[in-house]
């Protein structure tokens, strides 16, 4: 079982940044995707970011050229820096883990067996 514990959201102003912390702990797996999804109010959960076990990342084009995906040298701490925020992306935040490799369907919320708890992040 491998849990996900995230930090890092908050209150930033238009064109503000903030650094979004997921530490995984429990059973490790070679092969994983480890992603971040986003839901704001009244809409669906959006994959932003995903980063696979060989180092590959993708990104969705809304957050593209803004946010940038990092492991820490622990390998089992992530970070989603968020820079140039606006009022869109005011939504809860997740990350999510897979033992499988994201690929193409990195985004695919139904692949993703775990989860962290959320973090509310407000552009405001």
């Known amino acids: 079982h491998v849990q996900l514990v995230e930090s890092g959201g908050g209150l930033v102003q238009p064109g503000g940044s903030l650094r979004h912390s997921c530490v995984a702990s429990g059973e490790t797996h070679m092969r994983y995707c480890l992603a971040w999804f986003r839901q704001a109010p009244g809409k669906e959960r959006e994959g932003i970011a995903g980063v696979d076990s060989d ?38 935040y997740y990350c999510a883990g897979r033992s499988t490799p994201g690929g193409g369907t990195w985004d695919s919320i139904d692949k993703y067996g775990f989860w962290g708890q959320g973090t509310q992040v407000t552009v405001s």
């Open 55 to 92: 180092g590959s990342i993708s990104y969705a084009d809304s957050v593209k050229g803004r946010f940038t995906v990092s492991q820490g040298n622990a390998k089992k701490t992530f970070y989603l820096q968020m820079n140039a925020l606006s009022p869109d992306d005011t939504a809860m």
